[in-house]
């Protein structure tokens, strides 16, 4: 009697996180399906507007880029001084909130354009040649290093599929798995368009690097449910989760590290990407697939 | 207590142990005082004395080091330039390195400029027809020679390296540069190509040179030029050129570049700035100079020149006798020069010839400097003869070294910051050491075994590569969580711990195909520029599931047991 009356009281409480996870799975799981529903229209629209899902750096359309260290060149100062008329980028490089660098970036590979930037800007700030690194790349080339490196994004998607299949040999799972991996990438992608990051090739690498980061809870998460033989369901996924997020935890506390210190854009891009798919992967991973798991046992268990 | 641990008899643990201590041999960490030498000017005062650059795929330590100059320790850079800056001209000064002792003797440098004026010389010239001596007058351009300062002895140095470990161009600065031939060309063309842009550099002077063929998912192919430390211009410019070099008398092809050239001389006495032409000033309001060097032609092309000019007509011009038609030099299709033929070499099977050329700059100083690069430019294309087709230059980087050490110098700083706040958190949950030291132990010695690897094939160490390291890191922290809670989890049915490492690898081995499958493809995608990157996080992730993660969780099995 005593038992069955905690039970009641718990089942009415109005607010628990906890018995919503886990009773209300399936009503859940709209959110991030609305999440992925909303990215894919959003990058639909962003096509539509600009011509590519991707917002290209210069790596991957061409042009280039001039990086100087220098930490009291002012940027909206060296943007009235340079006078291009092209399109004209200039960023600047920081660690740790301060100034150490500066990055010009232009559209045109022309040379003669470039050496003379490069002198106004040697010549304003009193700096020789070995403080500038200049990189170019053809337009052409760039191109092809974007179908390049889309064509590596969906190769890995695919062989990353196939490892799964075999891995666990049963549709319904798998298909989860590749499912949160596809919504990890579209959603980053388009947050990353949103927040209006223009994508270097070391940026599609990133996205590569979550394809393989992201599955990982993934495959934990699916193991426990589905091999583990201890426990309720839902305690298997509870051990599962607190393996997880600590995994998830302490490689965002370590990109966090290199996003404050590191002010190198590659390296710097290539972090900023993997925090928000990792972001993006905790619900993907912990309702998305949770929910589509607890069905896929409901059902077989019937 | 003097027992071994029983720790350390553990077959996964003993391999770590292994390949830790390889991987500190390949690394090679030493201390050292003095500058390395990074490249040697050809033909430059410490080039004659017998110093050169470093051999191809040399690893950083067989370097040769300056330690002394004129018997003055060198301890670093700043050393050695306070030392160079003091050399005068004509003196000769020692440079003791760690294998050898060289005497240098300095040069001036000299400026030639053309005052504008001309004088008329008699010079005594055998003439065929006659067969005898007759006196002939030449028109000569008076110019005067000014000594501007020491010329640069030649050397390229950097502080002396404390580890085999190679920095990448962005890393330390360089010139990467990406060529696509212009046409589909097969396997064979591609190799010569290599080869002979290999000779071409080694002909500048450059010897450790990173020349690759690489291609893409599309079949497109490419070659990658990689000069690590060096930003010149010129070496863009030389790699860039086909280097088809024509001499042509009324269109007829006399000599072309590589096989008809015997010898090209670099010297002073025959190359150099024009003594008869110099510098003089633009209308423009720039400044260019003259540059020329003397080469050798092979007999069959002297015999080409001498049927060239056999029927050519004498022709009289200020007191001077010429053939009627010029040597036209080509540079890829270019005119370069035209150069007037004295009529006593018509018919002449002549073997040595003057190749000039020109610079400019917006100084005296700088054109000067430009008409000498050209001509070194020239002399290293003209030696080594044209490329089999055109390349396309369709990528330049020239990355700064400044920027690069500051990248450096913050990676290294992230790292570890990013170390110990994993640790902190892992501590923080776990509540115990047991855990957190063999998670840092095992990270620290997955990083020092992935730099072994790269140190042992000589692969160039750079951001990609520095991005990649960071995931393998990364996944393998991941990979440690996954270890102990298993290791600690209630589960009565596999209380067993052996099952229990046994179930964590099941999830730690999907997560590494995965990651590898994913890798895999940028491995050959996009001209191979993301290729270090995969490869590093490939075989970081290999090392990682193989040795470094069996091997922790054997440690922590055995301090938890305890």
């Given amino acids: 009697m005593e038992e069955d009356k905690r039970e009641e009281i718990k089942e009415k409480k109005p607010f628990s996180i906890k018995r919503i996870y886990e009773k209300e799975y399936k009503k859940l799981l709209i959110i991030p399906f609305l999440m992925l529903v909303l990215a894919l229209l959003f990058l639909g629209y962003y096509q539509a507007t600009t011509g590519s899902m991707v917002n290209k750096g210069i790596s991957l359309k061409g042009g280039t880029s001039i990086s100087i260290l220098s930490s009291d060149i002012s940027s909206s100062e060296l943007s009235s001084q340079l006078n291009y008329e092209g399109e004209l980028n200039i960023r600047t490089l920081s660690s740790a ?3 150490i660098g500066i990055v010009i970036e232009l559209d045109t590979i022309d040379e003669e354009i470039v050496n003379n930037v490069k002198k106004i800007v040697e010549k304003e700030y009193n700096l020789n040649e070995n403080d500038f690194t200049i990189e170019t790349i053809g337009s052409s080339l760039g191109e092809s290093f974007f179908r390049e490196t889309i064509s590596a994004v969906i190769i890995a998607f695919i062989l990353m599929g196939i490892v799964v299949f075999i891995y666990f040999r049963s549709i319904v799972p798998s298909l989860a798995v590749i499912l949160a991996a596809f919504s990890d990438i579209v959603i980053t992608l388009a947050i990353v368009d949103i927040l209006n990051i223009k994508l270097s090739t070391a940026g ?99 | 207590m003097i027992k071994i641990p029983k720790i350390f008899k553990n077959i996964r643990v003993i391999i770590l ?23 040697v000017e050809k033909d430059s005062a410490a080039n004659l004395a017998g110093i050169d650059s470093p051999e191809k795929n040399s690893r950083p330590l067989d370097h040769e080091i300056i330690t002394h100059i004129n018997g003055q320790s060198v301890k670093n850079i700043e050393d050695y330039f306070l030392l160079i800056e003091e050399i005068e001209i004509n003196r000769t000064i020692r440079i003791s390195t760690n294998d050898n002792s060289y005497s240098i003797k300095t040069l001036p440098k000299v400026m030639i400029e053309y005052t504008g004026n001309t004088t008329t010389e008699i010079k005594e010239v055998f003439d065929e027809k006659t067969n005898s001596t007759i006196n002939k007058t030449f028109e000569i351009n008076e110019t005067i020679e000014t000594i501007i300062g020491v010329a640069e002895i030649g050397l390229t140095v950097y502080n002396a390296p404390q580890n085999n470990l190679k920095k990448g161009l962005d890393l330390q ?55 690590a430390g060096l930003q010149k211009k010129e070496i ?100 370069v020069n035209s150069l007037r033929i004295g009529s006593e070499l018509k018919g002449r099977a002549e073997t040595q010839i003057q190749i000039s050329g020109v610079g400019s700059g917006d100084s005296r100083e700088e054109a000067m400097s430009d008409a000498l690069a050209n001509m070194k430019k020239l002399q290293a294309i003209i030696q080594t003869g044209s490329l089999p087709v055109k390349l396309n230059i369709v990528k330049a980087d020239n990355l700064s070294p400044i920027l690069g050490k500051e ?46 690897v790269s140190a042992m094939f000589g692969t160039n160490l750079d951001l990609a590569a520095i991005a990649g390291i960071i995931i393998v890191v990364g996944t393998g ?23 229990k490492i046994k179930s964590a690898f099941f999830i730690i081995m999907a997560a590494f195909f995965t990651t590898f499958v994913a890798m895999l493809p940028l491995v050959f995608a996009g001209a191979g520029i993301l290729r270090g990157f995969a490869l590093t996080t490939i075989y970081g992730v290999s090392i990682g599931v193989l040795i470094t993660r069996p091997a922790y969780a054997v440690i922590v099995e055995y301090l938890l047991k305890k």
């Fill in chain 1, 97 to 99: 909130g301060n100034q």
């Fill in chain 2, 477 to 499: 922290v991941d990979h440690l969580i996954v270890i102990a809670d298993e290791l600690l989890s209630k589960d009565s049915i596999t209380s067993n711990l052996k099952e």
């Fill in chain 2, 173 to 227: 600065g360089g010139v990467r540069v990406l060529l696509q031939p212009e046409e589909q060309v097969n396997e064979d063309v591609l190799n010569r190509i290599v080869e002979n842009l290999d000779q071409r550099l080694n002909a500048f002077g450059l010897n450790d040179v990173v020349i690759r063929k690489s291609g893409d998912l599309s079949g497109n192919r490419f070659i990658l030029v990689e000069i």
């Fill in chain 2, 236 to 335: 863009e410019e030389l790699i860039g050129s086909q280097g088809k070099f024509e001499a042509k008398i009324d269109n007829n092809t006399v000599f072309t570049g590589g096989e008809d050239i015997k010898n090209i001389c670099r010297t002073a006495d025959c190359s150099g700035i024009d003594p008869n032409q110099g510098c003089g000033k633009l209308e423009s309001g720039g400044y260019s100079c003259k540059f020329f060097f003397g080469i050798g032609l092979s007999a069959k092309a002297a015999l080409r020149q001498s049927e060239a000019t056999k029927n050519l007509d004498v022709l009289t011009e200020n007191g001077q006798q010429y053939l009627s038609s010029n040597i036209d030099l080509f540079l890829d299709g270019q005119e």
């Fill in chain 2, 17 to 39: 142990i292994l390949a830790i201590i390889l991987a500190v041999l390949a690394i090679k960490p030493v201390s050292q005082d003095g500058v390395a030498i990074r490249f």
């Fill in chain 1, 204 to 302: 599609i690498a990133a996205f590569l690097m979550l394809i393989g980061y992201s599955v990982d809870t993934d495959i934990l998460l699916s193991t426990k449910v589905l091999k583990k033989k201890e426990g309720t369901i839902d305690q298997r996924i509870h051990s599962a989760m607190k393996t997880g997020i600590m995994m998830t935890l302490t490689t965002v506390i370590a990109i966090i590290a290199a996003l404050i210190f590191s002010q190198n854009p590659t390296i710097s891009q290539i972090m900023g990407i993997l925090l928000i798919g990792l972001l993006v992967d905790l619900p993907n991973t912990w309702i998305q697939n949770v929910g589509i798991l607890k069905w896929y046992m409901d059902k077989k268990k019937k």
């Fill in chain 2, 407 to 452: 990248f450096l110098r913050t990676a290294l700083l992230t790292g570890l910051i990013a170390l110990i706040s994993v640790g902190i958190v892992i501590l923080i949950r776990y509540r115990t050491l047991k855990i957190v030291i063999p998670v840092i132990i095992s990270s620290l010695s997955e990083l020092v075994i992935l730099l072994g």
